[in-house]
């Protein structure tokens, strides 16, 4: 999990700010995030302007953020390094 990361133990949520040079990049992130969620079975919550996406990731568990919340954190961190490497090159 990247260190964008930030942990709120007291409300058991994980969350991250991107920041993205173009809309289009920032549209194709959505989508992986979509396909990490989906493949987790955990979504977050997810805000965006033209050049940044806000993700809120609550405790799939009462008892506070599990290893499903960690997944899906990590895969999201993952898409991130698959939308970003595409476009370099």
Do not use: C
Not at 36 to 65: D, K
Not at 67 to 84: E, N, P, R, W, Y
């Amino acid at each position: 999990m990247s260190p964008k990361w930030k942990q709120r133990d007291k409300a058991g949520t994980l969350e991250a700010r991107y920041e993205f040079a173009s809309f289009d990049v920032l549209r194709e992130f959505l989508d992986e995030v979509a396909e990490v969620a989906e493949t987790v079975g955990h979504h977050p919550n997810l805000s965006f302007g033209r050049e940044h996406v806000s993700v809120i990731i609550y405790a799939h568990e009462q008892s506070g953020l599990s290893d499903i919340d960690f997944a899906l954190a990590q895969g999201i961190d993952g898409a991130l390094l698959k939308v970003t490497q595409e476009t370099a090159e």
